[in-house]
């Protein structure tokens, strides 16, 4: 190791002198580290015949080389310090795609900055479906819609978000009834979000009538404002879409037009947490306080 960093130190330094004042050694040290080297490979790393130290075409091959291995020797190194100081290789974080997204990453980003050297893994899922990927190991943290009482998480608040049954405001639907039947909207298209997951359910879905299902917001948004059907969504996605008339909301037969949920950051109870993720409940806790 010692011979491979003092040809990473010529090369990257330019000349023997600049090796030696970034290893903190002297000159003919460095010299005979490289000079060895040569010998026990059986190899010229360098054209003495240069004013320079310049690399021989097979010292260039060695030096890609060298620098790969001496790369892996400091990742050997900076695990090792991570494990003997017990924070975790990697944590991961799932959330429900309906909330915003912003005020997660500010916390997650503040925790990267305390914790460098662990892997921090962020997922995105539909509805309750962040519960499959706790099942599975992939994350410890969730952000859900607390729909019912979740036994075996302990929780805290995280935020309540309005969700907002809307149709173009084009639809002539607006024009013709205040309260939509249920028989009536049968035959427009509900857009309805929908999962692989297994805990992914769809909530306030008008039985019996015509559907389109989509897997994320923005694609369900796109159909409403296109007029393809209509469906309920999260007011800070649809903000603007309301001030300027493109959308409007809709009222129908039994249904409630505006509805508010309440997320929960939660986590196993019975689970022992490692001191990142630990650390990272805090920021969301200090964060809601």
């Not at 091959?61 to 990697?90: D, I, M, P, R």
């Not at 309750?128 to 099942?135: E, Q």
């Not at 943290?141 to 405001?169: C, D, G, Q, Y």
Request: proline letters at 5%.
């Amino acid at each position: 190791m010692d011979q491979l960093k003092s040809l990473q130190a010529i090369v990257e330094g330019g000349s023997l002198r600049a090796a030696a004042e970034n290893l903190h050694r002297t000159q003919p040290t460095i010299s005979v580290a490289i000079k060895n080297l040569e010998k026990e490979l059986g190899l010229k790393l360098f054209d003495r015949a240069q004013y320079r130290n310049k690399l021989t075409p097979q010292g260039e091959a060695l030096y890609k080389k060298a620098k790969l291995v001496l790369g892996q020797v400091q990742s050997f190194e900076n695990l090792a310090k991570q494990l003997t100081t017990g924070e975790e290789l990697e944590v991961g974080i799932a959330f429900t795609s309906a909330i915003p997204v912003a005020p997660i990453l500010t916390t997650i980003r503040q925790c990267k900055v305390e914790f460098p050297r662990t892997r921090l893994e962020i997922y995105s899922e539909n509805g309750t479906g962040p519960l499959d990927l706790l099942d599975n190991g992939q994350a410890s943290l969730l952000i859900i819609p607390w729909i019912k009482n979740f036994e075996t998480l302990e929780s805290l608040h995280f935020m309540n978000l309005r969700f907002i049954s809307v149709i173009s405001a084009q639809s002539p639907l607006l024009k013709e009834y205040k309260v939509v039947p249920k028989a009536v909207m049968r035959t427009h298209p509900q857009v309805i979000i929908s999962g692989r997951k297994s805990s992914t359910k769809t909530y306030g879905v008008l039985e019996g009538g015509d559907q389109w299902r989509v897997n994320d917001f923005q694609t369900k948004k796109e159909l409403i404002v296109q007029g393809m059907g209509w469906g309920s969504l999260p007011e800070h996605l649809i903000k603007e879409e309301l001030e300027q008339g493109i959308l409007a909301p809709l009222e129908v037969e039994g249904g409630i037009a505006v509805s508010e949920v309440e997320f929960r950051i939660a986590r196993l109870e019975s689970e022992p947490v490692g001191p990142v993720a630990q650390r990272l409940w805090q920021l969301f806790q200090e964060r809601v306080e």
